[in-house]
């Protein structure tokens, strides 16, 4: 019985040994981390505490910097880091966006590397610009990748297929990643992503004041627009924990099947109401999208196409945009109306007729579509 007794107690300061052990690795562990944690957060608050220094304090060095007209704040801050007057441009782009600054102006200025940030941003706010564009370029909406880079092709004299190459070069694209990584994240390399910029070029006049850009500043002038509609549906976007891949998605599904500005938040509540019920989206576009083609009509064929795009086959939205959706469409996208509606089809006059059944979708498809 003793014997017993000293095994028990034997084996209680053991656990309580192992127990103290286990609370001491914990406390040293608990203890490693906080210090990392304060060395990291120190280390980063004196970096970017020295990167909203002036460049040189000592410097009188006059530096003209020019800003075209359409430059967005991403645009600005790598210029303001080529030119050597911040010393890092994502730095500057969050100070501004934190500061909640806006209204920079187009226009020549004149600046020395000992310039504070703030300094620098109440010159931006002064500039004026009297020069006439070299040539504008005008995105129209619903256009994919494809028709942009022929539309760029045609405007700066180019091959095509030498533009097409280089949007949809790994290097090219990870260096506009580094440039606007809050609008081209990782989601834009997903496995089954045709083409990584398809859906975020935004539709639009834009004015070039140089005879020959580069496809990166072309391309830019794009991208800063994109990014700056998209900035001001962040509250929204987020409100719906979308992302901004997949908000530029639904926004394009929507700008393809609509044919008037009335339908569109009526295209969406369908759309949203077949994915909260697990059905396929079944878009004819997502398939001729697949396809890589332009029909008229989809026939039962083109539904058999395997692709990760063909809404028919697989269920919620395709891996990415499949074109560029403006504001009407994107609108819709976070505000659709509120019905019961499942399916809807369009006339061959253009009206679109929705229903909430599908042998009330047939009858409709009968009468509009199959009769006509």
């Known amino acids: 019985m003793n014997s ?37 957060g120190t280390s980063g608050y004196f970096y970017i505490k020295s990167a909203l220094k002036p460049v ?24 303001l880091e080529d030119k050597g007057l ?3 441009a994502k730095v500057f782009k969050y100070y501004v966006k934190f ?34 564009p070299v040539f504008t370029m005008t995105i129209p909406e619903g ?49 089954n992503i045709k083409y990584p910029l398809e859906g975020y070029l935004f539709p639009a006049t834009y004015s070039y004041y140089e005879e020959k850009p580069t496809l990166e ?28 891949h997949q908000f530029l998605t639904m926004s394009s599904l929507i700008e393809e099947e609509a044919t008037k500005n009335v339908d569109r938040k009526k295209i969406a509540s369908v759309f949203y109401n077949r994915i909260e019920q697990g059905m396929p989206l ?20 083109d539904l058999e196409v395997d692709s990760p795009y063909n809404t028919y086959q697989n269920v919620g939205l395709p891996p990415g945009p499949i074109a560029n959706a403006g504001t009407v469409s994107m609108e819709a996208a976070l505000h659709p109306d509120d019905t019961d509606y499942l399916y809807f089809l369009a006339s061959k006059d253009g009206k679109v007729y929705f229903s909430k059944s599908l042998n009330e979708h047939n009858e409709l498809k009968a009468k509009y579509i199959t009769n006509d």
């Open 217 to 244: 500043a072309i391309i830019s002038v794009m991208l800063d627009k994109t990014e700056s509609v998209v900035k001001a549906y962040e509250t929204e976007i987020e409100r719906d924990k979308l992302t901004v």
């Open 143 to 191: 256009r994919q990748l494809k028709e942009i880079s022929a539309i760029i092709a045609k405007k700066t004299n180019q091959k095509e297929e030498e533009i097409w190459k280089q949007l949809n070069d790994e290097a090219f694209i990870k260096g506009l990643m580094a440039k606007y990584p809050d609008l081209l994240t990782t989601e834009i390399w997903a496995k």
């Open 56 to 79: 040189n304090p000592d410097s009188d060095k006059d530096i003209v910097v020019e800003v075209p007209i359409g430059s967005g704040v991403s645009t600005i801050s790598q210029l």
């Open 4 to 40: 017993k007794k000293e095994l028990f107690i034997a084996n209680l300061n053991q656990r309580q040994q192992e127990a103290k052990l286990v609370r001491r690795v914990v406390v040293i562990v608990a203890l490693v981390l906080i210090m990392i944690v304060a060395v990291v």
């Open 86 to 88: 911040v010393k890092n």
């Open 99 to 132: 500061k909640n600054e806006s209204n920079f102006m187009a226009g020549e200025y004149h600046m020395n590397p000992s310039m504070s940030i703030q300094e620098i941003i109440d010159s931006l706010k002064t500039g004026k610009i009297m020069q006439e």
């Open 282 to 301: 079944q878009t004819d576009p997502t398939v001729l999208y697949a396809l890589g083609e332009h029909k008229d009509r989809v026939y039962y064929k």
